[in-house]
């Protein structure tokens, strides 16, 4: 009768248990019991096998045959196991198929819908684990570090590296206007607001990761004890570059519930910022008593045109008249954005970059500009703020950026520490043997003479080029290689401090240049 069972499996493939039960029932006429016995006999005769380490609602089980286990289609019946029985285990597949298919690996556990840490539950760590070994999602090494994505099972292609790079950059910039707006609107002191970071673990709350978490003395969120105030909290999550539909926030919305149904804890406004939501996105957000919002209407339409803006400009690869217009449009959003404290150094810091990484594309032809570069290599990964390649490799240039009124010895000795730590792990790759390499280190500082000093005497030690821009020498490739009205603006927002300009100078210089602006627009 064993024999049976497995017979039946072999034509059905990897099922649910409940799935083979309802067909031995149906093909042998037995009742449901019955089934269920035999199945069990089958197992411990050997000739079916339950998935070990798969834990699924009312103690459902996926059963195969040991030849089935080797098969490379067992995967994906896998995956169709686990839809039909609405398993936990789709949450993080659906979490970063809202994401384009691959994330940062330090970003998992905000998107698995698991808890990163909890006594005797299965953690996110252990569900990456999982899914990888079931070949359901694959670690990968990109530009942006270690990454986690979907396998090839899925239909839908993998969002590109660059694409990915811009939309955490955009992220970023949410996140951190997130934190200033709290702040301002007294729902959260800004010392005690935590936000996901490349490094280190992310922010938790409930046992769960999140994009931001912060304690609230909101009359509505606090509870009085013996002991004194016990805060609520504001969490967040943001998605960008992409319209959620209502299987793109089930994640979110699971690790909500998880968090509210636990025995006294704390009370706790949840948000979910993107894009834009479908209809049906929308409306569980509503019912579920959550805020799903958006850039635009949190911080306005301009700030969200900037986002827009700088998203692009990360994903052009060679620097053109496109570029300069969204560069203009992104440094115009400057004055509209300096109440929000973090979020303006970010955003100067950012387009800073993007500026470097265009001048580049423009000096030298560039056939390829990238930024935020992470270089993986065998037990560590460097990154790179832009890194620009010329046709057929020919010409390499790494470029750092640094935004310090003052660039010492020490700063640039760390650099050039990098820069030969790059140059021998680089060119022992076969597509850059040949590559003339250029570290180049750009700063709306002041570069002092020690420093000076420093690099003029490494560069006579090494085989490549170590190149210094400073505020002044900015200010000219950007003249000549930009458009003017990109290159006021450089000048205003980023060279002002360096050049030593009295408040009086600055304001009346931004009236002149208004001047000029409305003149030129007719």
């Not at 303006?344 to 970059?353: A, D, M, P, Q």
């Not at 000096?363 to 037990?379: C, E, G, P, R, Y």
Request: charged share 20%; glycine share 6%.
């Amino acid at each position: 009768m064993s024999d049976t069972v497995s017979n039946i499996l072999r034509v059905l493939g990897p099922s649910l248990s409940s799935s083979l039960a309802r067909q031995l029932e149906s093909r042998e006429k037995i009742s449901r019991v019955a089934a269920r016995k035999r199945i069990e006999r089958a197992k411990k005769v050997g000739q079916i096998r339950a998935l070990p380490g798969l834990t699924l609602k009312n103690n459902e089980q996926v059963l195969y045959t040991p030849e089935q286990r080797a098969n490379p289609d067992f995967s994906r019946y896998l995956l169709k196991c686990l839809q039909d029985a609405h398993s936990g285990y789709q949450l993080p597949l659906r979490g970063i198929a809202a994401r384009g298919g691959q994330v940062p690996a330090y970003l998992f556990p905000t998107f698995s819908a698991f808890p990163s840490e909890e006594a005797d539950v299965l953690t996110a760590n252990d569900v990456l684990g999982s899914l990888c070994t079931w070949n359901l999602l694959e670690k990968d090494l990109t530009q942006c570090g270690p990454s986690v994505r979907l396998s090839g099972l899925f239909s839908k292609p993998v969002i590109s590296q660059s694409r990915m790079g811009a939309r955490l950059t955009v992220e970023k910039l949410v996140v951190s206007a997130l934190k200033d707006w709290l702040r301002l609107q007294g729902i959260a002191s800004a010392d005690k607001i935590e936000i996901r970071n490349e490094i280190g673990d992310p922010p938790q709350f409930g046992y769960y990761a999140w994009d931001l978490v912060a304690p609230s003395y909101l009359s509505s969120l606090t509870h009085y004890t013996s002991n004194g105030v016990l805060p609520g909290f504001v969490v967040a999550d943001v998605i960008a570059g992409r319209i959620l539909n209502a299987e793109d926030v089930e994640y979110f919305i699971a690790k909500c519930h998880s968090i509210k149904n636990k025995p006294n804890s704390r009370p706790f406004i949840a948000f979910l910022i993107a894009d834009w939501f479908r209809k049906d996105a929308l409306s569980l957000g509503r019912k579920n008593g959550f805020v799903f919002t958006t850039p635009k209407n949190l911080f306005g339409n301009h700030f969200a045109q900037t986002l827009n803006a700088i998203s692009q400009l990360l994903q052009l690869k060679q620097a053109n008249t496109q570029s300069s217009g969204l560069i203009h449009e992104t440094l115009s959003s400057f004055v509209l954005t300096e109440h929000l404290e973090h979020t303006s150094f970010l955003l100067k810091s950012i387009t800073f970059e993007i500026l470097v990484g265009h001048c580049i594309g423009a000096l030298h032809k560039t056939s390829m500009v990238t930024f935020d570069i992470a270089h993986n290599f065998q037990h560590d990964s460097i990154n790179t703020g832009v890194m620009s390649v010329t046709a057929n490799n020919e010409r390499v240039e790494l470029a750092d950026c640094r935004m310090e009124p003052i660039i010492a010895s020490e700063i640039l000795g760390s650099w050039a520490d990098k820069a030969a730590i790059l140059f021998s792990r680089l060119k022992q790759e076969k597509r850059y043997k040949s590559s003339k390499f250029v570290f180049s280190f750009w700063t709306n500082g002041k570069i002092t003479d020690d420093a000076l000093a420093l690099i003029s005497l490494i560069q006579k030690k090494v085989p490549y080029e170590l190149k210094l821009y400073s505020w002044h020498d900015i200010s000219i490739v950007a003249a000549e290689n930009l458009s003017k009205r990109v290159a006021q603006r450089l000048n205003y927002f980023f060279l002002r401090e360096s050049s030593g300009m009295s408040m009086d100078e600055l304001a009346k210089n931004e009236f002149d240049e208004f001047k000029n602006v409305q003149e030129e627009d007719g």
